[in-house]
């Protein structure tokens, strides 16, 4: 991108990582490193001043962060981990006991020592493979940053913005800068880096508020106080843009702002097509918090509750009483919906330290799931003690993470019998009818999915993982993003005969992966006759919206052609041809495609 400060309708494509439109100007935050750093030879006699001070840096640092953490506001007060895994930056020995080492032995100044810190830690993390562990180098220089700022004495550019409405412009956001904003003056955010599995994009969905990452030049480009406008659903942000253009794309906010009301006023009406046939819609949740919002869009109970975010939270394994009271809340405040509550489905991207390293070759093929529930027994009996206690206030269901085959579901159920014995021992009340089901994810799971089925209450299809084991695309990695492909026939086959093998078993299927929620894929799903879509609960009112205004009928007449075709590319045009029936509010709004032509 050439350097267009002036220009008018200068157009940046980016990453989108939370929907919606903005038109506002620009707050350029100058996050930029502390470019020069300079080296000198610290004397003698000054060596233990120069720890001191660097030690000093480091306390403020740590009270700065601590400080952020306990000012969270409601929204975002469960992201504090990422904070935690600060301070735990910040007390890394590859920190600070290194930096100490270079300042002593080499009698060089805190600040070249540090940097030759991180240059270490750079190097480790640059021979990493998986893309969402290198991501997190960034909050290493983060942390860096504000250890630099605070040895040369610097203030931190206050992030407190002014009465206006602002788009911030930055190179990174952390989850701390972002606490300091005041985000109700905040309409966006848009950055040079970034994916999507950084901090900026799962805290500006948090807020809800629109955020494009991943700019590269945003900031060389853009000037403070210049108009913008950010397209959050395309990723695009245009520089000055023209009269014509601002007021295209108000014409597109509008819509947008008309279109998510109206849909959610569908919230409370039933999930049913135009000929009567019922689809549960419910909601995946990672923190209790989430319950509110889902109630609030319809969501008929919690279809998947991921429970790997209270072990990542604490910083070893939490206690089962921990474990317990969070399950118990969740159990009474869906209550009288249901929540299936998922056993631990750690490894992959997300990693326990104390248990894990990230040294696997391929951790998504790795020690992850239920194969890692299965070796460190006492971890999962203390999961199931807490969650069969925690089924005794509410409706509870167990689901059962990456299982391949049955011999998984046979060593479950024998420790499972184990757990409930020593619970009946001990005469703790849970519900002994409590229902045993199974995420489909794994390619060999779908092909004896009817053997499976003999053994289990119900299936619960993981797209998100289904697509990347049957397709051999890492899910985390953005070179191969463009085949991962939920509309490839291997994909929709498989859901069909994981759905076959469910209905001769006469058990229930739900679908819990992102495929849940997304419209176009909503008449396929229901075509093939998923019996529940769990999703995230800001999508229900879009995918209730589109059931409401199809029949199973023609539901199944599409899926029929579909069937006939041989690519994702075919099965993506037919149904993208279609959606004016299907989808008519999601044709509009890919119609409305402003141009400054
Ligand atoms: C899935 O794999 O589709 C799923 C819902 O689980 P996760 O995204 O947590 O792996
Ligand atoms: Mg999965």
């Given at each position: 991108?050439?350097?267009?400060?002036?220009?008018?309708?200068?157009?940046?494509?980016?990453?989108?990582?939370?929907?919606?439109?903005?038109?506002?100007?620009?707050?350029?935050?100058?996050?930029?490193?502390?470019?020069?750093?300079?080296?000198?030879?610290?004397?003698?006699?000054?060596?233990?001043?120069?720890?001191?001070?660097?030690?000093?840096?480091?306390?403020?640092?740590?009270?700065?962060?601590?400080?952020?953490?306990?000012?969270?506001?409601?929204?975002?007060?469960?992201?504090?981990f990422?904070?935690?895994a600060?301070?735990?930056?910040?007390?890394?020995?590859?920190?600070?006991?290194?930096?100490?080492?270079?300042?002593?032995?080499?009698?060089?100044?805190?600040?070249?020592?540090?940097?030759?810190?991180?240059?270490?830690?750079?190097?480790?993390?640059?021979d990493i493979e998986d893309e969402y562990i290198k991501e997190r180098?960034?909050?290493?220089?983060?942390?860096?940053?504000?250890?630099?700022?605070?040895?040369?004495?610097?203030?931190?550019?206050?992030?407190?913005?002014?009465?206006?409405?602002?788009?911030?412009?930055?190179?990174?956001?952390?989850?701390?800068?972002?606490?300091?904003?005041?985000?109700?003056?905040?309409?966006?955010?848009?950055?040079?880096?970034?994916?999507r599995t950084?901090?900026?994009?799962?805290?500006?969905?948090?807020?809800?508020?629109?955020?494009?990452?991943?700019?590269?030049?945003?900031?060389?480009?853009?000037?403070?106080?210049?108009?913008?406008?950010?397209?959050?659903?395309?990723?695009?942000?245009?520089?000055?843009?023209?009269?014509?253009?601002?007021?295209?794309?108000?014409?597109?906010?509008?819509?947008?702002?008309?279109?998510?009301?109206?849909?959610?006023?569908?919230?409370?009406?039933?999930?049913?097509?135009?000929?009567?046939?019922?689809?549960?819609?419910?909601?995946n949740i990672e923190?209790?918090?989430?319950?509110?919002?889902?109630?609030?869009?319809?969501?008929?109970?919690?279809g998947l509750y991921r429970t790997e975010y209270l072990y990542l939270r604490s910083k070893g394994i939490p206690?089962?009483?921990?474990l317990?009271?969070?399950?118990?809340?969740?159990?009474?405040?869906?209550?009288?919906?249901?929540?299936t509550i998922r056993t631990l489905d750690i490894g992959g991207d997300k990693f326990l330290s104390n248990y894990q390293s990230s040294k696997e070759m391929n951790p998504a093929l790795g020690l992850r799931a239920i194969r890692f529930c299965l070796k460190e027994q006492e971890v999962f009996r203390s999961q199931l003690?807490a969650i069969?206690?925690?089924?005794?206030?509410?409706?509870?269901?167990i689901l059962l993470p990456m299982i391949s085959g049955l011999q998984e579901l046979i060593d479950f159920k024998k420790i499972l019998?184990?757990?409930?014995?020593?619970?009946?021992?001990?005469?703790?009340?849970?519900?002994?009818?409590?229902?045993i089901g199974i995420m489909i994810e794994i390619p060999s799971a779908v092909t004896v999915a009817?053997?499976l089925?003999?053994?289990v209450?119900?299936f619960s299809i993981g797209t998100n993982d289904l697509i990347q084991y049957a397709l051999a695309v890492d899910r985390v990695n953005e070179?191969v993003a463009?085949?991962y492909?939920?509309?490839?026939?291997?994909v929709?086959?498989m859901?069909?005969?994981t759905?076959?093998?469910?209905?001769?078993?006469?058990?229930?299927?739900a679908l819990c992966g992102e495929m849940?929620?997304?419209?176009?894929?909503?008449?396929?799903?229901?075509?093939?006759?998923?019996?529940?879509?769990s999703?995230?609960?800001?999508?229900?009112?879009?995918?209730?919206?589109?059931?409401?205004?199809?029949?199973?009928?023609?539901?199944?007449?599409?899926?029929?052609?579909?069937?006939?075709?041989?690519?994702?590319?075919?099965?993506?045009?037919?149904?993208?041809?279609?959606?004016?029936?299907?989808?008519?509010?999601?044709?509009?709004?890919?119609?409305?495609?402003?141009?400054?032509?």
């Amino acid at each position: 991108m050439r350097n267009n400060k002036n220009g008018t309708n200068v157009r940046l494509q980016g990453i989108a990582v939370s929907p919606g439109i903005i038109i506002g100007k620009a707050r350029l935050i100058d996050r930029s490193k502390q470019k020069i750093i300079y080296q000198y030879i610290v004397n003698e006699k000054d060596l233990s001043g120069e720890v001191e001070r660097f030690k000093n840096a480091l306390q403020t640092t740590r009270d700065q962060i601590a400080s952020v953490k306990n000012n969270l506001p409601d929204q975002l007060r469960q992201h504090a981990f990422i904070l935690d895994a600060h301070l735990m930056i910040l007390d890394d020995s590859m920190i600070t006991d290194a930096t100490i080492k270079s300042i002593v032995e080499e009698k060089i100044n805190a600040e070249w020592a540090i940097k030759k810190s991180v240059q270490k830690i750079s190097k480790i993390f640059n021979d990493i493979e998986d893309e969402y562990i290198k991501e997190r180098f960034s909050d290493v220089e983060n942390v860096v940053e504000r250890i630099l700022r605070n040895l040369s004495g610097k203030e931190q550019e206050s992030l407190a913005v002014s009465d206006e409405n602002v788009i911030i412009v930055a190179h990174n956001l952390s989850p701390a800068d972002t606490t300091e904003m005041n985000t109700s003056k905040i309409l966006g955010f848009i950055t040079d880096i970034g994916g999507r599995t950084s901090h900026t994009a799962i805290i500006a969905q948090a807020l809800e508020i629109p955020a494009v990452v991943g700019l590269e030049t945003a900031t060389s480009v853009i000037n403070d106080g210049c108009l913008l406008i950010v397209d959050g659903y395309k990723g695009e942000v245009i520089i000055n843009p023209d009269v014509n253009l601002i007021s295209a794309f108000q014409q597109k906010q509008n819509y947008y702002e008309k279109y998510k009301s109206s849909i959610l006023r569908l919230c409370y009406l039933p999930s049913e097509t135009t000929d009567g046939h019922r689809v549960t819609l419910k909601a995946n949740i990672e923190f209790v918090e989430e319950i509110a919002a889902a109630k609030d869009h319809g969501a008929e109970g919690i279809g998947l509750y991921r429970t790997e975010y209270l072990y990542l939270r604490s910083k070893g394994i939490p206690e089962e009483e921990e474990l317990f009271n969070d399950y118990r809340q969740v159990a009474e405040i869906i209550h009288p919906e249901s929540v299936t509550i998922r056993t631990l489905d750690i490894g992959g991207d997300k990693f326990l330290s104390n248990y894990q390293s990230s040294k696997e070759m391929n951790p998504a093929l790795g020690l992850r799931a239920i194969r890692f529930c299965l070796k460190e027994q006492e971890v999962f009996r203390s999961q199931l003690r807490a969650i069969l206690r925690a089924s005794a206030f509410g409706h509870v269901q167990i689901l059962l993470p990456m299982i391949s085959g049955l011999q998984e579901l046979i060593d479950f159920k024998k420790i499972l019998a184990e757990v409930r014995t020593d619970l009946e021992k001990r005469k703790v009340e849970y519900d002994r009818d409590i229902r045993i089901g199974i995420m489909i994810e794994i390619p060999s799971a779908v092909t004896v999915a009817d053997i499976l089925a003999k053994h289990v209450d119900f299936f619960s299809i993981g797209t998100n993982d289904l697509i990347q084991y049957a397709l051999a695309v890492d899910r985390v990695n953005e070179h191969v993003a463009f085949m991962y492909e939920p509309y490839h026939p291997a994909v929709i086959r498989m859901i069909m005969q994981t759905v076959k093998a469910a209905r001769d078993a006469g058990i229930e299927v739900a679908l819990c992966g992102e495929m849940a929620g997304d419209p176009m894929c909503a008449p396929i799903l229901l075509g093939i006759g998923i019996d529940e879509l769990s999703m995230n609960s800001g999508t229900i009112p879009l995918i209730k919206k589109v059931i409401r205004g199809v029949s199973r009928k023609e539901a199944i007449e599409d899926l029929n052609h579909i069937l006939g075709l041989t690519t994702a590319q075919e099965v993506r045009s037919f149904i993208e041809k279609n959606a004016d029936r299907f989808l008519p509010y999601i044709k509009e709004i890919n119609s409305l495609q402003p141009s400054d032509k």
